[in-house]
């Protein structure tokens, strides 16, 4: 399996993953025109998809979906809180699902779990593929036991650093706005999700993918820092991705090289 990102960021989102038989893009929040381009970038056009999912109905997650979806004749998988929002209507075909449901997508195993964040039954997604288990986690303000107990085992791992709680307490945003984000519903600060990391056997992982990095309340250096206090300088098994440049394709292998069933088997 391969992973790419087109965008990540309060001004859109998108996340590629991608089989011999199956392109899957989660989230979509560029026009039209923007997707194109960013696709292209990682030699796709729309032509190249198999079904767009959406995690939630915010605008910088679903802003290009129903023309995307339109363009290419692709089905578009969002929880049913999500259809009910009314601001993911306009699409080719949709397939409704709840949070916490599995699906089937070729051959992509895909499981949905509920996550808390202001949204109309907001859902992150675990993918599976051949044994190897990718984790896509952000948007997201605090975390449960339910979401450590869905993302344990993950061979792969994006995550959101979203803010530095210092950086977000004297930045720019307006009050109203730092109580949401910094909130129970909001995203995650860079201790939260350092802590998850450890929380989900971060050993085993054979890579975190930072993602969902505010542009005005957050930096590397604190990322840096907040993982070495939690996960110790050893931790080394990180990425960046970006609002304007997103990720170039990762080619994803399990952790021992065998299925997850046999490596928890102890074969």
């Not at 990322?223 to 394709?249: C, N, P």
């Amino acid at each position: 399996m391969q992973l790419a990102s087109i965008g990540s960021g309060s001004k859109g989102n998108g996340t590629l993953l991608r089989t011999r038989s199956a392109c899957v893009l989660i989230d979509c929040g560029f026009s039209l025109k923007e997707t194109e381009r960013r696709l292209a970038t990682r030699g796709l056009s729309g032509k190249d998809l198999t079904a767009i999912l959406v995690t939630h109905e915010h605008g910088d997650h679903i802003g290009g979906v129903g023309v995307l979806s339109r363009r290419f004749k692709l089905p578009v998988y969002m929880s049913h809180g999500t259809h009910l929002s009314g601001r993911c209507e306009d699409v080719y075909q949709r397939v409704c699902f709840d949070a916490g449901d599995a699906f089937r997508i070729n051959d992509l195993n895909i499981q949905s779990v509920l996550v808390p964040h202001d949204a109309r039954q907001p859902c992150q997604y675990v993918v599976e593929h051949q044994g190897l288990k990718v984790g896509i986690l952000t948007d997201l303000g605090s975390v449960t036991p339910h979401v450590v107990e869905c993302y344990g085992g993950c061979d792969h791992l994006l995550l959101e650093f979203n803010h530095d709680l210092e950086l977000l307490r004297v930045g720019p945003y307006p009050p109203a706005l730092k109580r949401r984000v910094g909130g129970a519903l909001g995203h995650l600060n860079n201790q939260q999700a350092a802590d998850l990391l450890k929380q989900v056997d971060h050993e085993g992982l054979r890579s975190v993918l930072i993602a969902h990095i505010s542009e005005q309340n957050n930096t590397r250096e604190h990322i840096e820092a907040a993982l070495l206090t939690h996960l110790g300088e050893a931790f080394s098994k990180h990425r960046y991705m970006s609002q304007s440049d997103g990720y170039q394709w990762v080619q994803l292998e399990p952790a021992t090289g065998l299925p997850q069933h046999q490596r928890a088997a102890g074969a």
